[in-house]
């Protein structure tokens, strides 16, 4: 090969590779671009980063299923795809036991009732009637939409109790994570009409008694969360704009009321409050738990040494293999129990 045809094969390959470093900078810039104009780009990682983990804890529970519960499914708004329950339950189960309405977790923006089902059905096994409410994820809808479509999977089961076969009149709201932050503020808005007003959740007169809120791992006011960057707080951001419809949803009075906490009155219903030691969230669930004592609400809490070993991390109770797991399972059922 000549000097010249060298020269040549040098600068093609060096336009070559021009055009393939301004068509990966065009590509970044396209990507980053999806990422400032909208959060779904984050919730489809969110989602696919979550999905994988909550299969991982299902299947771990899967061998210690009581065969015997049954699961009824039925919706609660004709209206709408994703307002769906499932009943789980011993047949004859004690009738004298709360029925428990769980709400699943997910960070807003990820999550379905499917996820927490063996949990629940383990849970059913000792003759608990256990309600699993399926609710739609940011950012289908935005808040309070899922506070909304819980409240409103309330008032069917009151409405349709003697055709279900269920007794409404004592109904506990549980939940994990995100869960138990819509089940914690659905009690709260049910206890307070005033903050029901606030928030925007109509009343249509249905009497729903709630006898107890059972909460694991919950984020009671994600406004405080994630302020120090990170993968944290980059997941506060994207779930926080997802929820609230919002970008800069820290700034936006709309999404305010989120934060219950300020608007807890005394005739919220007694609570199970509990999280790990190296959970994140660790520090909103005591918040809360202190909050009710504050307004003369009995709390039971569990929680544990800092330097408790092994360290217990966000939603902990899943893993019915553990000590601390084990624990919080019997003491929840217990606490059920004499409710």
């Not at 076969?165 to 109904?171: C, E, M, N, V």
């Not at 994630?226 to 926080?240: K, N």
Request: glycine residues 10%; negative net charge; hydrophobic residues 45%.
């Amino acid at each position: 090969m000549t000097r010249l045809s060298c020269t040549w094969a040098v600068l093609a390959a060096g336009r070559i590779m021009v055009k393939w470093l301004l068509g990966l900078v065009a590509l970044l810039g396209l990507v980053a671009a999806a990422f400032f104009a909208s959060p779904w780009p984050g919730v489809l990682i969110i989602r696919a980063i979550f999905d994988r983990g909550a299969a991982t804890a299902s299947d771990r529970l899967q061998d210690i299923v009581p065969p015997e519960v049954t699961t009824t499914t039925i919706p609660y708004d004709p209206g709408d795809d994703s307002a769906v329950l499932d009943i789980y339950r011993l047949p004859g189960a004690a009738p004298d036991l709360p029925v428990v309405v769980w709400v699943h977790g997910g960070g807003f923006v990820s999550g379905r009732r499917g996820d927490v089902a063996n949990y629940l059905k383990i849970l059913a096994g000792r003759g608990i009637t256990v309600v699993n409410v399926d609710y739609t994820i940011a950012p289908n809808a935005t808040y309070p939409a899922p506070v909304r479509q819980v409240t409103q999977a309330l008032a069917h089961l009151v409405e349709a109790q003697d055709r279900l076969g269920l007794d409404a009149s004592r109904i506990v709201l549980a939940g994990d994570s995100a869960g138990a932050q819509i089940a914690a503020q659905t009690a709260a808005v049910l206890s307070n009409p005033d903050y029901a007003d606030l928030v925007g959740v109509p009343r249509d007169g249905s009497p729903i008694r709630i006898a107890g809120a059972l909460l694991f791992c919950g984020v009671y006011d994600m406004r405080e969360m994630g302020r120090d960057g990170g993968f944290l707080g980059w997941f506060v951001h994207t779930a926080g704009w997802a929820y609230s419809g919002t970008r800069n949803w820290r700034e936006d009075p709309g999404f305010a009321s989120i934060n219950f906490l300020p608007h807890l009155p005394p005739a919220f219903p007694p609570a199970f409050i509990s999280a790990g030691n190296a959970d994140p969230l660790e520090g909103q669930s005591r918040a809360l738990a202190d909050a009710l004592d504050a307004q003369g609400v009995a709390v039971e809490r569990l929680f544990f040494p800092p330097d408790h070993q092994p360290p217990l991390g966000h939603e902990y109770q899943f893993d019915l293999t553990t000590e601390a797991g084990a624990e919080a399972f019997e003491r929840a059922v217990d606490w059920l129990s004499q409710l």
